[in-house]
């Protein structure tokens, strides 16, 4: 991915700049003695070896905090990416399922489109939405089988939903939820009543 290779070019340029500031105050310092007792006889020389060594930190103090600031920015960018690469993959998910239960059967177009959701999903879920969508799919394959789905099997297959639908709110505002004061089995357990009582 592009955004991980830059910030790993970021990080290696911070690096060579924090050796570069070390360097820099290591041999200023042992410099500085030694040019100190050299120019004892003339101040002013002294003190422009004292701003030449300040100009030359600040522009390296400066350079590793602008890298460190663009470092920052980049993952901030990469992380909303991301999340929205997620929302969308779970949103066409939630699309097709619900496509699925409202045709009342699962076609061979419906199954290889819900195989490349499957595959899409791997590159964004969280491990637990990953679990649970395995579920998912036992449960949406063995009420398929007939290619109709009956009343009870529509029921299985919305429970096993509610509970896909739970792990997804918790991959996507879990943190969020927490600091609401709402436990994530408090959150599931509302999620499957709200489902239960769609029945």
């Known amino acids: 991915m592009p955004g991980r290779g830059r910030l790993g070019q970021l990080r290696r340029q911070n690096i060579i700049y924090l050796a570069l500031s070390v360097l820099l105050v290591i041999g200023g310092y042992l410099w500085l003695r030694e040019a100190y007792e050299v120019a004892s006889p003339w101040p002013f020389t002294q003190e422009v070896l004292l701003v030449i060594l300040g100009i030359v930190a600040t522009v390296l103090i400066t350079a590793l905090l602008l890298n460190k600031q663009t470092e920052v920015e980049l993952e901030k960018e990469w992380s909303i990416k991301f999340a929205d690469l997620k929302v969308d993959t779970y949103n066409r998910l939630l699309e097709h399922i619900e496509h699925l239960l409202a045709s009342g059967g699962m076609k061979p177009e419906d199954r290889l489109r819900l195989q490349f959701l499957t595959h899409k999903l791997a590159i964004v879920a969280a491990p637990d939405v990953l679990k649970e969508y395995e579920r998912f799919l036992e449960v949406l394959n063995a009420a398929s089988e007939d290619a109709r789905y009956t009343e009870g099997e529509v029921v299985l297959v919305n429970e096993a939903l509610a509970r896909l639908t739970a792990e997804i709110r918790r991959d ?28």
């Open 172 to 199: 996507l505002v879990g943190e969020t939820d927490l600091r609401s004061g709402w436990s994530g089995a408090a959150i599931r357990k509302q999620i499957l009543d709200n489902s239960r009582h769609m029945r």
